[in-house]
């Protein structure tokens, strides 16, 4: 039987939200951040179904209980920011604007995906959106991300690169290379660090000496902060506070988004190291679409028929996207020799 993990009685510990960064996210706000929450949600376990069914191959990575980060981050964004992430990606391409039928077609192999179908799940991009891809290699988005900061910084284009990572990564060592180089360089880059309590199946606590992972730029002087990562109006305070400071030529900034995650660390992962308790007790009480939902209708006087009109047009986007997914033509034989660097 797995150990009972300290998680679970940590969920009461996450401060309650900031009442004056609550009043200054309107009504309209908690509209677009519960629209584009759901349909995260939604896409995710559809893409789950169609793993199931055999449709989706290799490896896939949901991003199911984490969706404030990313939407709390883009809603905090100036146009001409980037995006880039590891494997667990899906959430960030979507919130973005990339279209779910694309996201969807590439995870099933389709020529109708982002990549062509060549890509999967870890592959994928979009230059109209500035999102530079999903990476399979733990950690080597960090580098890349800092990278897209220097060419930032060389062009003076003013433009900010979010680059996430999870806890996992955060003990990798090219991580660290990249916090000297773009502090040295004052490069503007927000290291997003989503601290979804467990690198795998390995709980944070196990893997890592120090488990306040805002603090780890300190010896270069990067200043750095924990995020209630379930709350997205918090969220996209904290992000607006980092991309101005990075925006504004103070280098780079490190903010560590306190989240979790619903489902295994794959779809591989049956998650026996962890609790049912302890997963309940992040969805009964800090699910993040819930949170908004309740605000809308107890704070905005959104009534139940609008909640289930956007509910209904979520679902039929991503059915739509499904459909699309299984429906497109898998890659002609002769895309093997197309994008290849020679």
Request: hydrophobic share 35%.
């Amino acid at each position: 039987m797995a150990a009972k993990s300290a998680v679970a009685e940590k969920v009461e510990d996450v401060p309650p939200v900031d009442e004056a960064k609550a009043a200054a996210f309107g009504a309209d706000q908690y509209r677009r951040a519960y629209e584009d929450m759901l349909r995260i949600r939604r896409f995710e376990e559809k893409a789950g179904q169609l793993y199931g069914m055999g449709l989706i191959g290799g490896f896939c990575h949901l991003y199911i209980g984490q969706e404030a980060v990313v939407v709390g981050a883009q809603m905090a964004m100036q146009d001409g920011d980037q995006v880039i992430t590891g494997y667990r990606d899906h959430g960030h391409m979507l919130a973005t604007g990339m279209d779910p039928k694309g996201i969807m077609a590439e995870l099933t192999g389709r020529s109708g995906g982002y990549s062509k179908g060549k890509g999967g799940s870890m592959h994928m991009f979009s230059v109209e959106t500035n999102f530079f891809g999903g990476h399979g290699i733990v950690g080597a988005q960090v580098s890349l991300g800092t990278g897209i900061a220097f060419a930032n910084k060389y062009r003076e284009n003013g433009a900010v690169c979010l680059t996430y990572f999870g806890d996992g990564a955060a003990n990798q060592g090219q991580v660290y290379e990249s916090f000297n180089m773009a502090k040295l360089w004052s490069l503007p880059v927000v290291y997003m660090i989503e601290n979804n309590k467990y690198g795998m199946g390995t709980s944070i606590e196990r893997a890592s000496s120090t488990t306040d992972l805002s603090q780890r730029g300190v010896s270069f002087g990067i200043p750095g902060e924990q995020v209630d990562g379930m709350s997205v109006e918090t969220v996209q305070a904290a992000v607006a506070r980092a991309l101005a400071h990075a925006r504004e030529g103070h280098g780079p900034y490190i903010l560590e988004l306190l989240t979790y995650r619903y489902r295994g660390h794959s779809m591989s992962d049956p998650a026996k190291y962890r609790t049912r308790d302890e997963v309940n007790e992040y969805r009964s009480k800090r699910d993040p679409i819930e949170h908004v939902r309740d605000i809308l209708v107890k704070d905005h006087g959104v009534d139940e028929d609008e909640i289930k009109a956007i509910d209904k047009r979520v679902r039929e986007e991503v059915s739509a996207a499904a459909e699309f997914a299984q429906t497109e033509p898998e890659p002609d034989p002769s895309e093997l020799w197309t994008d290849i660097l020679r």
